[in-house]
């Protein structure tokens, strides 16, 4: 949940003593390991459940901390956006009915949450990214007003040196440049902790990263984001590009970034790992002096030290597989916390997709003694990204160099293996949730293939915000339902239920498919467009892509009709007849309020502008067709 207490690094001598202060932690960790401190007789587990709260209209709704305002339990905390929580559950033995335990654990949670949620008019949904989640919604504003995350956003935007970019190719393409950290809010995750021993933690770690890709392949819930089709786990691709702090590469030098997978395999000790992180990257939250405590005083006097300084550090080093240090009842321990699960779609799917990894790590550890002899990290790796961006119907390079369907693999080896590992553990309730594997693996049906099914099926119906605001519905609904996500029957459009909601603003309205020209450019081609497109206004913008003005269709016959000389038309450009400056809008514009913008300014269309750049344009058009649909809901009403 991280440490609150904080403050941006900034340079100058109280970073140089805030990173003295690290240093310190890790040698007082060596000590601990040298010395044997560390709990090596239990095994617990644990898991940290994100969540979006989501208004009436189904939008993300920004009354987080007013619903932790409401909740007496301290384990549900902030998060970076106003419309997430967090809830962290208690560690439990990996033994008998753990996993019973943990996912009763997360539903009373969840029902805690729900109910204060409901005082505001929210509900809490688990999805890996929220279908209705929009730019608009990833205002400063909306981050939560804790110090943690103003610092973060502060000292992200300096080290970047830019806005926040996106670039992610799938079914469709999406480019956006941003200007604040919220961009990362846009995740929802499931995190799952794994208790291991100091003499273990290399094996474990090890196969923690090679199990990541066929674990995240049966897991991927999150294929949509701003309604673009994208990878089957957005979320990968998101964090990786958003928390990047690197700048352009210098000649054939190899640049680290901050969220990554990891260079290489662990040898002996969880201090390689750490001490890469330390080497490589440098501090962005520091903890106050007045918190930091000296390690090596509290091992004199026989208490363990909170390390709080490391873990500041730790915190904002984003590897997908994370080493951990805590202290219970008084005595150190080590864990390793999977990163890469998304919410949802239900708390019985994270579990079971707990339980294979658990189960994974339980019997890895035995299986592949000889793991990094029979793959290659970068292996490992590409598997990785490849079930991302396209979950069960990946390929992957397995042990020795086999090629295999990762669907065939999960089936024929790695459940089976699960199965094995969580019996080793003692673990007595482990059936019903792998079992809920086999049959998403069967059956093809994760999370993000029902959205992207969904969709399909949904196509040619309403608008887009309206396909957008269905798959939300049918997610709350089936969620409410308790059945596993791969029992999903597709989201059916109701037009009638929620129509109202799906054109409240300009976003939910606007055509963002746009054809647009250069201030240069002769009206010959504008007015080709014109015809060949259907169009009655043409947007001109520069190279920046802002907006500089507008052609319309009427404008462009005036002027033809002043000039009818062949050559002397093709001289004219976009320039002399456009109207410069126009009108806009942004996206979050209500709708009547944007309807009443082209009323007293007599214009048939408004451009979207945000931050400066053109997204999209609203015309008469646009809303003629929403009125020709409510005239005819209530001519027939009238009939009825």
């Not at 106050?288 to 090596?296: A, H, K, L």
């Not at 196509?459 to 939300?472: S, V």
């Not at 320039?575 to 214009?603: F, G, Q, W, Y």
């Amino acid at each position: 949940m991280g440490e609150q207490t904080i403050r941006s690094a900034s340079g100058g001598e109280d970073d140089r003593r805030g990173i003295r202060n690290v240093l310190r932690d890790l040698d007082a960790l060596e000590r601990m390991l040298a010395e044997e401190r560390f709990e090596s007789d239990r095994r617990r587990i644990g898991a940290e459940q994100e969540l979006v709260l989501v208004d009436r209209t189904l939008h993300p709704a920004s009354v987080g901390p007013e619903v932790l305002g409401r909740v007496t339990d301290p384990r549900v905390v902030p998060e970076l956006a106003r419309f997430n929580l967090e809830f962290n559950c208690d560690p439990i033995d990996l033994a008998g009915d753990c996993l019973t335990t943990l996912e009763r654990q997360l539903k009373e949670a969840f029902d805690v949450i729900a109910s204060a949620a409901s005082e505001f008019g929210a509900t809490p949904v688990l999805t890996g990214i929220c279908p209705t989640l929009e730019l608009a919604h990833l205002t400063h504003d909306n981050i939560t007003p804790r110090d943690r995350y103003y610092a973060l956003d502060e000292m992200l935007r300096r080290m970047r040196g830019s806005d926040y970019e996106l670039r992610i190719e799938g079914a469709d393409e999406l480019i956006v440049k941003h200007r604040n950290v919220m961009l990362e809010a846009v995740n929802t995750s499931f995190q799952v902790h794994y208790q291991v021993s100091p003499m273990e933690f290399a094996s474990a770690y090890n196969t923690a990263l090679a199990v990541a890709a066929p674990v995240l392949a049966a897991s991927v819930n999150s294929p949509i984001l701003f309604g673009k089709r994208l990878w089957r786990e957005t979320r990968i691709a998101l964090f990786q590009q958003v928390i990047d702090t690197r700048t352009a590469g210098v000649g054939q030098r190899e640049m680290v970034g901050r969220v990554r997978f990891g260079e290489r395999w662990v040898e002996q000790s969880v201090l390689e790992v750490l001490r890469a992180d330390v080497a490589r990257f440098r501090q962005i939250l520091t903890v106050d002096d007045e918190n930091i405590e000296d390690p090596f005083e509290a091992l004199e006097a026989g208490r363990t030290p909170k390390l709080n300084a490391w873990q500041a550090f730790n915190g904002c080093v984003y590897r997908w597989m994370r080493p951990c240090y805590g202290v219970t009842d008084g005595k150190p321990h080590l864990r390793i916390e999977n990163r890469v699960l998304p919410s949802g779609p239900t708390i019985e799917d994270e579990v079971a997709n707990a339980a294979l990894w658990i189960g994974l790590m339980s019997e890895g550890v035995h299986a592949w003694r000889d793991l990094p002899d029979r793959m290659e990290l970068r292996e490992a790796r590409s598997n990785f990204l490849r079930a991302a961006q396209n979950g069960l119907a990946c390929h992957v390079t397995w042990l020795d160099g086999a090629e295999r369907p990762i669907s065939e693999l999960l089936a024929e080896e790695l459940i089976p293996m699960a199965r094995r590992g969580l019996e080793r553990a003692g673990v007595a309730d482990a059936e019903r949730h792998l079992s809920l594997i086999e049959e998403r693996v069967r059956t093809r049906q994760t999370g993000a293939q029902w959205m992207l099914d969904s969709i399909a099926k949904l196509r040619g119906q309403g608008t887009r915000a309206q396909r957008l605001d269905c798959l939300m519905r049918s997610i709350v609904e089936q969620q409410r339902s308790g059945r596993p996500g791969h029992t999903w029957a597709p989201a059916e459009l109701d037009e009638d239920e929620g129509f109202r909601r799906s054109f409240a603003t300009v976003s939910q309205c606007m055509t963002t498919d746009l054809f647009t020209v250069g201030e240069e450019e002769c009206i010959d081609l504008i007015a080709s467009i014109m015809d060949w497109e259907r169009l009655r206004h043409i947007p001109v913008e520069n190279e920046r892509h802002e907006l500089v003005g507008l052609v319309s269709y009427r404008a462009l016959l005036r002027m033809l009709g002043q000039h009818d000389s062949q050559a002397r038309r093709h001289t004219i450009s976009a320039r002399e007849v456009m109207v410069p400056d126009p009108v806009t809008v942004t996206p979050d514009t209500k709708s009547i309020e944007a309807i009443k913008l082209m009323r007293e300014h007599h214009v048939s269309c408004l451009p979207v502008v945000e931050d400066g750049r053109l997204v999209g344009i609203v015309s008469e058009r646009d809303y003629a067709q929403i009125a020709r649909r409510l005239l005819e809901r209530a001519l027939g009403e009238l009939d009825a």
